[in-house]
């Protein structure tokens, strides 16, 4: 379906646009019932707005956590949804690995645990997405973990390339499992490169599509972020190359609008003409309009110096400051007008 904007205006995008949550919260906590009504309240505003669909983090928990006691909590939840007049609403999710669960380990038991993480987290979009949905996300390598020598020292550069090696051998088998079992659930699997900063590889998407052609299974592909492209790439001509390189592979599954301070959308350094002419042409999934908002964790882990957007029924209204609203309408506008400029 086509988006709406507010007032009744027709969208220049012919496609669903979709709207991230980190602008929100980075736990839905399902099992917290007022919470769920507090979602809602974000749910509403935002499709009112006119957005399609919404992108949520499944939060990593324990490995003493049931499985299956998470899933049965983000069924219930989208239950709530569904009751609260939500049901033609569309989620995606962000998913990220763990130093538990990590399907790069040289031990066969960690890797199968990893496994038993990734397929949970597959459940649980089906399970708020339905079918025809996408799970994206730092998914293949532990976000943010830096492998260290025995004396402390961190590995950069050519020491650490040559230590993902292995690593990303090791995760082939547990993909090619996980790919197997995302198609017969109709999900996606979408890795997405993350900057070198935040995370060791993956850091570009000529490394994930590197990893992908190892696999034999075509339901793996990549997150195209417009943040981390503009942070941690390796110029235009590349970007051109990588996308013609994944939509001949049927892997291009998700593109993150986002700006490079993770802020707001509107008049923000994002590279709008490469969207225009390189993906919009090609790609056929939904954008997803992606905000990090200063609030935890991303405080500490982003380094956000760059004050809050209020969140109205959680913050106080703060005069004269954009609220998380004003920011959501500003950047679907923004991504209307650039995209068919």
């Known amino acids: 379906?086509?988006?709406?904007?507010?007032?009744?205006?027709?969208?220049?995008?012919?496609?669903?646009?979709?709207?991230?949550?980190?602008?929100?919260?980075?736990?839905?906590?399902?099992?917290?019932?007022?919470?769920?009504?507090?979602?809602?309240?974000?749910?509403?505003?935002?499709?009112?707005?006119?957005?399609?669909?919404?992108?949520?983090?499944?939060?990593?928990?324990?490995?003493?956590?049931?499985?299956?006691?998470?899933?049965?909590?983000?069924i219930g939840l989208r239950k709530a949804f569904d009751q609260a007049g939500l049901r033609g609403a569309r989620f995606t999710t962000n998913v990220g690995t763990t130093r538990t669960f990590d399907p790069t380990s040289p031990y066969e038991e960690q890797r199968a645990q990893a496994l038993s993480y990734l397929k949970s987290r597959v459940d649980i979009t089906r399970a708020l997405g339905g079918g025809d949905t996408i799970m994206s996300g730092p998914f293949l390598y532990p976000y943010g973990v830096f492998p260290l020598t025995d004396d402390g020292e961190p590995l950069w550069s050519d020491d650490l390339q040559e230590w993902m090696k292995p690593r990303f051998h090791a995760a082939r088998g547990v993909f090619e499992d996980l790919s197997e079992y995302a198609a017969a659930r109709e999900v996606k699997l979408a890795i997405e490169p993350v900057k070198s900063w935040e995370t060791p590889p993956p850091n570009m998407v000529s490394e994930v599509l590197d990893f992908l052609e190892g696999l034999e299974h075509p339901q793996g592909g990549v997150t195209i972020d417009t943040a981390q492209v503009l942070m941690e790439s390796q110029g235009p001509s590349v970007f051109r190359n990588n996308i013609a390189r994944a939509v001949r592979q049927n892997r291009l599954h998700y593109v993150h609008i986002s700006a490079p301070d993770r802020g707001a959308v509107k008049d923000s350094w994002i590279p709008w003409d490469l969207v225009r002419s390189e993906v919009e042409p090609v790609y056929r999934g939904p954008y997803l309009i992606e905000v990090f908002n200063a609030i935890p964790p991303f405080v500490s882990s982003m380094r956000m110096a760059r004050r809050r957007f209020w969140r109205p029924g959680e913050d106080a209204p703060v005069r004269g400051a954009d609220s998380a609203y004003d920011v959501a309408k500003a950047a679907l506008e923004e991504l209307n007008t650039r995209v068919a400029a």
């Open 1 to 74: 379906m086509n988006v709406t904007l507010a007032r009744g205006l027709k969208p220049n995008v012919d496609r669903d646009v979709y709207f991230s949550f980190f602008m929100f919260t980075a736990d839905l906590r399902p099992q917290d019932t007022r919470y769920t009504q507090t979602l809602i309240t974000h749910l509403k505003a935002l499709t009112d707005m006119g957005y399609a669909g919404f992108d949520v983090h499944i939060a990593a928990r324990p490995a003493t956590v049931d499985h299956k006691l998470e899933l049965d909590g983000y």
